[in-house]
């Protein structure tokens, strides 16, 4: 993934619609190449349950506007881990502590990876290891 605009439409608008709510840790792994059952995931985190509940509402209104409503639904605004699932791509939306338990950049660590950055809105690419130092890897 080179950037961004590199991505479908269906993910670009999921990606502003969890920074429009200030998500934070805003991650898009590129599941295509690897014969998953997806062809991305956007991976955020939500540092309390009203956020993730508004998160989630703007990931359905945005993505509404574009025709698109989730195929499935798992997980509330309280729960660690909320999932919902676009088709071709799904979008998960964390607790602090959930995102460290579930750790799905570890687990999908062969993918690869945009990551959008909290304090300016910029983009990196980086492997999982490179992420706390904002290093740019192409995976």
Known sequence: MTDLNSLPAGVRV???????KKAAEVVVL???RLGAFTDHFVICTALS??????ISEELEKQLGGMGRAPRHRE???????VLLDFGSFIVHIFSPAGRRYYDLDRLWRSAKRLELS??????SHAGPDDA???AIQEL
């Open 49 to 54: 349950s009203p956020q993730a509940q508004a």
């Open 118 to 123: 909290d304090e300016s809105g910029g983009l």
């Open 30 to 32: 590129d599941l295509g």
């Open 132 to 134: 706390a130092t904002g």
């Open 75 to 81: 997980g509330s605004s309280a729960a660690e881990w």
């Open 14 to 20: 999921a990606v502003e619609a969890v920074r429009n």
